[in-house]
């Protein structure tokens, strides 16, 4: 579900405003021209993917970034990254090897 919370623009955006600071669902609202229950939605799906917290203060849903789901994502980005890398290495090598 993490990766699936950044496919959309609008949620990475919304991700990137949030760790800036926290916000509420209105101020989250305020620069896209959707409705609020997009919008909602959108935060509703982060949430899912355990990238932003909701709490509630006073009357108003305050947003939250967790930047421990972002560092486990990194993390395994990093090991398919690494494997990659490896595989690239080693192709770069047998080719390398070829031409003499």
């Given at each position: 579900m993490i990766f699936k919370s950044f496919a959309d623009s609008?949620?990475?955006?919304?991700?990137?405003?949030?760790?800036k600071a926290d916000l509420t669902i209105t101020e989250i609202a305020r620069p896209y021209?959707?409705?609020?229950?997009?919008?909602?939605?959108?935060?509703?799906?982060?949430?899912?993917?355990?990238?932003v917290c909701?709490?509630?203060?006073?009357?108003?849903?305050?947003?939250s970034a967790n930047p421990k789901t972002m560092t486990l994502?990194?993390?395994h980005l990093h090991g398919y990254a690494r494997a990659?890398?490896?595989?690239?290495?080693?192709?770069?090598?047998?080719?390398?090897?070829k031409g003499d």
């Open positions: 609008t949620r990475r955006d919304i991700l990137k405003r949030v760790y021209d959707m409705s609020f229950a997009a919008i909602a939605k959108h935060v509703a799906v982060l949430e899912k993917g355990r990238l909701k709490q509630r203060r006073g009357k108003e849903q305050v947003i994502a990194a993390a990659w890398q490896q595989r690239y290495d080693k192709l770069e090598s047998l080719l390398n090897t």
